[in-house]
């Protein structure tokens, strides 16, 4: 025990306070990961703090205010919205994980393979187009154009209508490094869609596009 050198309240033949040991219960593996992911974003919403630099959180570690809001939480379970999200976020972090594995192998990050793909199935665009299509914002879209620029798989060019705008292309190197490259990712994304049929693939992708501009909705109203 980790005895205080002045017994707590004074006096004498007190005893020592005895350490903080936390309780632990055993679960599956699989109810611990789904434990720690709600978790994870339960405190997300509370204090960012606990997040930063962290993939899973050692609750140990946060304080009494949220370990209870956390116990709340894990005890009601994870139902409806909260339960949709969860499952979206898992799916999307695996996704990313898997397309970007052989995407990475062409020399190429997820943001410079987006810009050579809208490039390749868009044809010449301005930069400021470009930017919003892949999610990038004005200085990242810059930087990305500027580093396939200084590798050669993009042209940039002047606008004839407008000399303050600049015209983004494939080159004949870039061509040839984007085409192979969204064939195997567009043959990555069937397998993983195999598993639905053509009307549950539709489906799906109605319901993602109707969350994704609620979602944008009610950015812009914020």
Same mark, same amino acid.
């Given at each position: 025990?980790?005895?205080?050198?002045?017994?707590?309240?004074?006096?004498?033949?007190?005893?020592?306070?005895?350490?903080?040991?936390?309780?632990?219960?055993?679960?599956?593996?699989?109810?611990?990961?789904?434990?720690?992911?709600?978790?994870?974003?339960?405190?997300?919403?509370?204090?960012?703090?606990?997040?930063?630099?962290?993939?899973?959180?050692?609750?140990?570690?946060?304080?009494?205010?949220?370990?209870?809001?956390?116990?709340?939480?894990?005890?009601?379970?994870?139902?409806?919205?909260?339960?949709?999200?969860?499952?979206?976020?898992?799916?999307?972090?695996?996704?990313?994980?898997?397309?970007?594995?052989?995407?990475?192998?062409?020399?190429?990050?997820?943001?410079?393979?987006?810009?050579?793909?809208?490039?390749?199935?868009?044809?010449?665009?301005?930069?400021?187009?470009?930017?919003?299509?892949?999610?990038?914002?004005?200085?990242?879209?810059?930087?990305?154009?500027?580093?396939?620029?200084?590798?050669?798989?993009?042209? *940039?060019?002047? =606008?004839?209508?407008? @000399? +303050? %705008?600049?015209?983004?292309?494939?080159?004949?190197?870039?061509? #040839? !490094?984007?085409?192979?490259?969204? *064939?195997?990712? =567009?043959?990555?994304? @069937? +397998? %993983?869609?195999?598993?639905?049929?053509?009307?549950?693939?539709? #489906? !799906?992708?109605?319901?993602?596009?109707?969350?994704?501009?609620?979602?944008?909705?009610?950015?812009?109203?914020?």
């Amino acid at each position: 025990m980790n005895c205080p050198a002045t017994p707590l309240g004074g006096g004498s033949g007190m005893k020592c306070r005895k350490p903080f040991r936390p309780k632990t219960r055993k679960i599956t593996p699989a109810k611990y990961r789904a434990t720690v992911d709600a978790v994870f974003i339960r405190v997300l919403l509370f204090d960012r703090r606990h997040c930063i630099g962290v993939t899973y959180l050692d609750v140990n570690t946060i304080d009494d205010v949220y370990l209870w809001e956390i116990q709340v939480f894990m005890n009601r379970g994870i139902k409806g919205t909260d339960h949709a999200w969860l499952v979206m976020m898992k799916a999307m972090r695996t996704l990313t994980r898997y397309a970007a594995a052989d995407i990475e192998e062409t020399g190429l990050g997820l943001s410079d393979f987006g810009v050579l793909e809208v490039l390749l199935h868009k044809g010449p665009l301005p930069v400021n187009t470009i930017g919003p299509i892949v999610d990038l914002t004005p200085g990242s879209i810059s930087i990305a154009v500027d580093r396939l620029f200084a590798k050669g798989l993009v042209t *940039r060019v002047e =606008s004839t209508e407008d @000399r +303050r %705008v600049r015209i983004i292309a494939l080159t004949p190197r870039g061509k #040839d !490094l984007i085409v192979p490259a969204f *064939r195997k990712h =567009s043959g990555q994304m @069937r +397998r %993983v869609f195999s598993e639905l049929s053509a009307e549950e693939l539709r #489906d !799906l992708e109605m319901a993602l596009k109707k969350v994704g501009k609620r979602a944008a909705a009610l950015m812009e109203k914020s």
